[in-house]
């Protein structure tokens, strides 16, 4: 069973840019969540998603967004990006119920300039 | 808000040694638990979980993690350390209600030969 998958793994943008990531869960999942890891703040949910819906959101800004198609793949949009932008970006899928394990993607590393 | 936190940035064992890194929950009812081991430029893989089914829940790659209530801590322990478990390691919680993790600041295992 083939794994979680982000494209691309690595991206470098400048201040004022905007970026979409992307995501595509393990076959049969319906649950994506995002992460962003950075050295100071660690790991920070961003949001998650479940069958085309928000289901959770974490405090970040309105800048940063996402989606989820009816395939499961998902995306996520940093628009008007900032130098503290720069971080991995880790996509999880999961079945979708509670408690259910989260099987992370290798991760984008964004690098804003 | 469920939340965790790990005590010790850096651990450094020896080859053979015991490994035990610590993990202490803030919660008013039982969470559900998790830890998470990351090698570098990779995404996170999961070690345990702890679900309430059994307070001493055996992982991956011989770890296992015991859960105290009475301490509110879910530390991690291996009996003896191999190179291969150089990596960072999470500790995570999700409330009962809850589909997002919330993450500790990490804790680097080095191990010296």
């Known amino acids: 069973k083939a794994g979680v998958t982000q494209t691309p793994r690595y991206l470098i943008k400048t201040r004022g840019q905007q970026v979409t990531l992307s995501c595509s869960p393990i076959s049969g999942h319906r649950s994506v969540s995002w992460y962003q890891q950075t050295p100071g703040q660690g790991l920070q949910f961003l949001f998650e998603?479940?069958?085309?819906?928000?289901?959770n959101k974490g405090n970040f800004p309105g800048r940063f967004s996402g989606r989820q198609f009816s395939n499961s793949r998902s995306e996520m949009n940093v628009s008007t990006l900032e130098l503290g932008d720069s971080a991995l970006y880790l996509c999880?899928?999961?079945?979708?119920?509670?408690?259910?394990?989260?099987?992370f993607g290798p991760g984008t590393r964004l690098t804003v300039l | 808000a469920q939340s965790v936190t790990q005590l010790g940035s850096h651990v450094s064992v020896s080859e053979g040694a015991l490994v035990l890194l610590r993990c202490n929950y803030s919660s008013s009812v039982p969470p559900y638990l998790f830890w998470y081991v990351q090698y570098p430029n990779q995404g996170l893989q999961l070690l345990l979980k702890y679900t309430s089914a059994a307070t001493l829940v055996k992982g991956i790659n011989g770890f296992e993690a015991e859960f105290k209530k009475s301490e509110t801590s879910f530390h991690l322990t291996k009996p003896s350390a191999h190179m291969s478990d150089a990596a960072e390691y999470f500790c995570?919680?999700?409330?009962?209600?809850?589909?997002?993790?919330?993450f500790g600041a990490g804790t680097t295992v080095t191990v010296r030969a």
């Open positions: 995570a919680v999700s409330g009962v209600n809850d589909y997002k993790l919330s």
């Open positions: 999880a899928s999961s079945s979708g119920g509670l408690n259910n394990e989260q099987f």
């Open positions: 998603y479940f069958s085309e819906t928000q289901r």
